[in-house]
């Protein structure tokens, strides 16, 4: 199978003509790359300056195409200068067998479209609930009448791609009851991007001060504001600890302010990005609790990260959450924006080491059903249920109903997860 991949997140070009990435775009990469002939690799390619905690891209089956750049967050060239981009996807799709939308942005939109036109099968990935933030970004900017109007059209293009996609990837089973209900061709799943070698076979913490960590960008809907009102009141109980706040993003002046407000501005570190390997294992590794106060997620990453990491875990009810964390096994599951619940969750996990350790051990077991070996299993057997890696394929399927099906093609060779120039533990070459 040729598979076109396309992708928002950026590669990187080094002074001796190759690539860098993050470790999780290397490593979700090379997983599908393992059971590909070819990937065709979409994506914006940037020269000069690059971010920290980049590692090397170099995996053998996987062409690089360059798109041109656009702006992230507001994805700006692709809406001003729709031409480029399409002139770009047109080749690589063309001479795909497959493509695989990763997002459903303005980008995802033009790969859907151009897709329909050279009539080739769709894998479509939801991460998340793009329409119901782009709904609160436009409440906080002071228009509400907005959002409902913008999560409504969004909320349609959703439903016309997933009618359209040969498979439906859903980043947990929240996504799935409400975009893809019923449909036979939704795969629920956990994106994770722990390999099964790297669940640790300690517990997290141990250090003098108790450190709460939580990891991902500074922004609105991550609640953690609810965090360090928090910890303000565990600290005025009496407890030494330090709040570990590891990541970047627009709210990171206001969160400072308001550590300051609230006494505590000399017990929170804020760590800016931290490299997956091995910076951000060692904090997972000294954390005591690991929190994710958000008010919105799809299936967050680094709560299998903190869990393989031997870190207890406390964490709002959202998203797909629940499927990770059981609430009273492997952690705490409180409701979003309730500062009060989520200080009495990390409480009472600090002052029990015995229930700490239960937890840990806990997460480590379930962990490792949640790993990208095991992911890749999951994906091979899906995309042959439904034609598109040639074998077991039912010709009455839902596929082949929706004229989407591949014609049958050899089955490509399932390579293995690891080996040279596909993953890497040490954060080294992926």
């Known amino acids: 199978m040729k598979l076109c991949l396309t992708t928002h997140q950026s590669l990187y070009r080094t002074t001796d003509g190759g690539y860098e990435c993050t470790m999780g775009l290397g490593r979700w990469v090379g997983m599908l790359a393992s059971f590909c002939d070819k990937v ?12 920290p905690g980049l590692a090397r891209f170099d995996i053998p089956n996987v062409v690089v195409c360059a798109l041109p750049i656009y702006f992230r967050a507001m994805e700006a060239e692709a809406v001003r200068h729709p031409v480029r981009l399409i002139r770009a996807l047109w080749s690589p799709i063309a001479r795909s067998d497959v493509v695989f939308i990763m997002l459903f942005n303005y980008m995802g939109l033009y790969v859907w479209a151009l897709s329909l036109l050279a009539g080739k099968p769709i894998i479509s990935n939801m991460a998340g609930d793009t329409p119901q933030l782009l709904c609160w970004a436009f409440q906080r900017r002071g228009i509400p009448l ?7 059209i969004h909320a349609l293009l959703y439903h016309g791609i997933i009618r359209s996609s040969a498979v439906v990837l859903c980043v947990g089973q929240e996504i799935a009851r409400k975009y893809a209900p019923g449909n036979p061709r939704a795969l629920p799943y956990v994106n994770s991007r722990v390999r099964a070698d790297e669940v640790a076979d300690k517990v997290a913490g141990g250090l003098p001060v108790r450190r709460l960590l939580a990891v991902g960008r500074l922004d609105f809907y991550k609640g953690l504001r609810e965090l360090l009102r928090a910890a303000s009141d565990l600290v005025n109980e009496g407890l030494n600890l330090r709040v570990r706040l590891a990541g970047e993003g627009n709210d990171r002046g206001p969160l400072e302010k308001m550590a300051e407000d609230l006494g505590i501005a000399d017990r929170v570190d804020f760590l800016g990005h931290v490299r997956l390997n091995p910076e951000l294992k060692a904090e ?16 967050p ?4 990260e903190a869990m393989a990491n031997g870190a207890p875990v406390v964490a709002t009810h959202v998203g797909s959450v629940p499927l990770m964390v059981e609430d009273g096994q492997t952690g705490f599951i409180v409701p979003p924006r309730d500062a009060d619940a989520l200080r009495d969750a990390v409480r009472r996990l600090l002052l029990d080491e015995g229930l700490r350790v239960r937890f840990a051990r806990a997460g480590q077991h379930k962990v490792r059903g949640f790993t990208m070996e095991a992911l890749r299993e999951r994906f091979v057997a899906a995309f042959r249920r439904f034609g598109l890696l040639g074998s077991s394929a039912s010709e ?14 050899r089955t490509c060779a399932v390579r293995p997860l690891s080996g040279p120039g596909v993953l890497s533990a040490d954060g080294g070459t992926l």
């Open 40 to 51: 065709h690799l979409c994506v914006p390619v940037r020269s000069g300056a690059r971010p």
């Open 146 to 152: 907005v959002g409902p109007v913008v999560r409504a």
């Open 284 to 299: 997972y590794r000294a954390a005591d609790v690991f929190v994710l106060p958000s008010h919105s997620e799809g299936l």
């Open 301 to 304: 990453k680094v709560v299998l």
């Open 396 to 409: 009455d399927g839902p596929g082949r109903r929706a004229g989407l099906l591949m014609p049958r093609r």
